[in-house]
Structure formats: C-alpha cells, structure tokens
C-alpha cells in the first residue's frame, strides 16, 4: 500500500511538471534563463551578492508555477484578461490597486487577473526584506518577481483568448512561450545594457502589459497567416528520453519565429533589464544596504527545512483545477 501511495504522489508530480511544460508563462526554461540573466545587469554594489545565489535564484525561477496548483490565489496573479473589460480597457483600468478595487470590486480583478498589481506588490515586499536584511526573503523575493514580470511580459498572458482557443488555435500558448525560445533563444542577444532606477514600479509594471498586449494580434494573427499557407507541416514527433511526442515541427516553428520578426527575442530582453531594474530599484528604495556584509550568507537548518517542506506540499498537495494559461 505504501509503495502504491508512493507511486501515485510521484505521478502526480510526473503529470503537474508536465503541464507545467506544456502551459507555464516562458516555460521553466525561459523563465530560469530570464532570472539568471537579469543577475549580470547589476551594479557591482549587488552582483557579488546575487552571483553568489544564482543557482537558487535561478532554480526557484518556477516556484510560483508550482505554488498555483495548491495556493487558490496563486494563479490570477500570473496574468490579467484585459479585454474582458472592453476593447480600450488598457487605457481606462486604473492603474493602482485601490482605485481599480473601488470601480471593479476584488472578486471580479481575482477572476480576470491581477498581475500588474501584484508585481508592484512584491516589489515593496522585496523593498522591505532589504531595509532588514532578511538573506533569505530577499532571495525568496527576487526569483519569484523575475517570474511576474516574466510573464507580464508574455502576450498572451493578457488576453481571455490565452490559448487561441477563442480562434481555433489551440497550443499556441506553449507554442509561442515555450517552443520558440527553446530552439531559437541560444541565438538571441542578452546584452541589455546598466540597470536602471525606477521612478514608479507600479507604472513600469503596466508598461510591460501594455506592450504584451498590443502585441496578441500579431502572436495570433501571423501564426494564423502561416497555418493557412503550410498547415501541413505544422506538427512532427519528436523523442526526449524513453517519450516520443507530438511538437510544433521545427519548420513551421522556424516560419513562425521569423515571422514574429525578432518579438519573442524583444520580448525575453525586456523581461531581464526589468526584472534587473527592479530588483535595483527595491535596493536603492531600502538605503542601499552593504549586501557584501550578507555574503557569508548560508541558509539555516531551520530554512532548510521550510524549503524542504514547500517542496512536498508541491508533491503530495491536491491539485487546484486552473485555466491552463494562469502560469
């Protein structure tokens, strides 16, 4: 019985990572490269602390994708259904949580999304971890807003029509996110330049929805062109290990990818200089703190433990039934 208990933890797990894959906002692969990369924009008064942690930075990139499928308020802050509000919503939403409570009501943001707000929201959280020097927290914080902004970053994490489902396009969610990056991104340039300080969090944080959202015509619209032109092609098979499946084939996807004309590649660079540029700015919003003095950091048993844990209530917790695009 315990043997069988066991192997059914383990394949849930098998079959939570692989949805994961299939639907996650930049997949586990962008989302861990967009954290690890932000970390080489930092001034030197913070890349020695961050370099030191790049490994958990980056590993814990995912953690909240994992968190959405036992946390029953994990998943709207992946993303937000601009158009339910109407076709000029993304100029007439309020901007700051407090007024959009008091016109729209909490229930109905949770239901269609929260993701710009919640970034700002984390942001402070991380302001705060600086101010006390809380090691742990800051880490905690920092990979887990390079996640948001990730997928503020991600088109169609802005729309109602999140899979294509509205338009018979079905997958093109992994397809766009998750797919591409995976075969072209090693090609991409990285380089984004010095951090920046931010003047309002809150307002960048928009700017990010804004731009993903402006562009979900053309995400939708141009693999819609190239299906009508080459539908034939779209899929193949392709083995990893002992599984064979069913991909976007690598031809259509590279017919995609330059038809898309550099947006995915836009689009993860802008990810890394805002995910940099904020971690920069809650440094500097909490007085700059010495982080040479955390550099001796090592997390305590107690800390070790609490990881542990979270690592098993991702495991054995029943999973939440969510929309497949709320990563």
Known sequence: MLKLAGLYRYSKRVCLIGILFLFGGWGFFGHQRINRLAVFALPPEMIGFYKKNIGYITET??????????????APRHYIDLDHYGDSALYTLPRY???????????TLKTYGILPWHINRMYYALKDAFVVRDVNRILKLSAEIGH??????????????????????????????SRLPELFSDRYDFFVGKVSYIVNP????WEAIEESHLAVDSVLGEEKKLFAKSGDHKYSFETKGRQTQKVFSQ?????????LQGMVERRMRAAIKLTADIWYTAWVDAGQPDLNELLLYQPSEEEIRQRKKEQ?????????????HEI
């Open 202 to 205: 809150q307002l960048a944080a």
């Open 312 to 324: 098993e209530e991702f495991n054995q917790a029943p999973a939440i039934k969510t929309r497949t």
């Open 148 to 177: 948001y902004i990730g997928d503020a970053h991600v088109p169609l994490h802005t729309t109602e029509n999140y899979n294509g489902q509205l338009t018979g396009q079905e997958g093109i969610h992994a397809f766009w996110e």
């Open 97 to 107: 949580w407090k007024d959009a409570v008091e016109k729209l009501t909490e229930d």
């Open 251 to 259: 031809e259509y996807s590279k017919a995609y990818h330059a038809a």
């Open 61 to 74: 990139a995912v953690n909240p994708d994992r968190r959405r499928f036992i946390v029953a308020d994990e």
